[in-house]
């Protein structure tokens, strides 16, 4: 096994592969959707604009096997689906909420550096 304290971006250390899967978009937006409480799959779809149904399964799938999100199969007819965050994904709200808030505070500012640098990259290409 890697030792992930002397290697922290090593391909190998499963931290950057646990990294990976949580900060990718869907990861952050359903466990956003699911701070409210559980909700079943179309539930969930409703709220998130743009993803497939694919990539809504895979990224639930993979949320549940890392442990925070639970999957419950509710006995109705038909049998529903809800999904829930766990006390370990409850754990990454904080950070997911200061990362979303650092984007809200800082989005004028970052608009301003994408302007500056299309203009310069505008007047490179015109050369």
């Not at 646990?18 to 869907?26: A, N, P, V, Y």
């Not at 038909?78 to 809200?104: H, S």
Request: contains cysteine; charged residues 30%; hydrophobic residues 40%.
């Amino acid at each position: 096994m890697i030792d992930c304290s002397a290697h922290k971006f090593h391909v190998d250390c499963p931290s950057r592969k646990l990294f990976e899967q949580i900060s990718d978009k869907w990861s952050m937006m359903i466990l956003t959707v699911l701070d409210g409480g559980p909700l079943r799959f179309n539930e969930i779809r409703r709220q998130l604009e743009g993803i497939t149904q694919k990539a809504q399964t895979q990224t639930l799938r993979r949320l549940e096997r890392n442990g925070l999100v639970e999957r419950k199969v509710i006995a109705s007819s038909p049998v529903a689906v809800q999904y829930e965050i766990t006390p370990l994904g409850r754990e990454l709200q904080g950070p997911f909420k200061a990362l979303y808030k650092w984007t809200l505070d800082y989005m004028p500012e970052v608009e301003k550096a994408r302007a500056i640098y299309d203009a310069k990259t505008e007047q490179v290409a015109q050369v």
